[in-house]
């Protein structure tokens, strides 16, 4: 189930009813807790939060003229995905995330390298999801990108 939407409030309006509460709150828990400076945007089909350009005009080394990811959330055909760069090129923030999920909730980790599936929607840890969103400011994933992905 793929959602084509221009704005994050069109991929709202088109996540499926039985997950919409979910995924809304979801959103409403990054929104409220990222750093400042990252930006909600759209982002390879995606509800994104990115460095914009004004903070790191390099962009995307994949493709400068976009924006430097750093979290996405899509409602996907089985699940809800969290996409969260930081997870993917710190390896003591992923530590820590492994070691603390389960502190939260009662199911398996179900995670590949940078996306975390979430099969039951209503067993989101979102408290351990606002304290992960927090831990990373735009000035922290631009230090780690250039060191992690950045080509020289």
């Known amino acids: 189930m793929k959602i084509e939407a221009a704005t994050p409030l069109e991929y709202l309006e ?6 919409k509460e979910f995924f809304e709150k979801l ?4 929104l ?25 005009p390099k962009g995307y080394h994949c493709n400068p003229e976009l924006p430097l990811p750093f979290l996405n959330i ?3 055909k089985n699940f809800i995905g969290f ?3 930081g997870i993917y090129a710190d390896t003591d923030l992923l530590d820590w995330f492994v070691t ?8 398996k980790l179900d995670m590949g ?13 979102y408290d ?7 831990k990373i400011t735009p000035e922290d994933w631009i230090n780690t990108y250039d060191k992690s992905f950045s080509k020289k």
């Open 32 to 56: 409220e807790n990222l750093p400042e400076g990252f930006e909600e945007t759209m982002n390879y089909g995606m509800i994104g939060y990115v460095v914009p350009h004004s903070l790191y």
């Open 27 to 30: 959103r409403d828990v990054i």
């Open 128 to 134: 351990l999801i606002a304290e992960l969103v927090r």
């Open 113 to 125: 390298k940078s996306c975390i599936r979430f099969k039951k929607v209503d067993h989101i840890p």
């Open 83 to 85: 996409y969260h760069m």
């Open 100 to 107: 603390e999920f389960p502190k939260h909730s009662k199911y």
């Open 74 to 76: 899509a409602s996907q």
């Open 14 to 19: 088109q996540v499926p009813s039985d997950r």
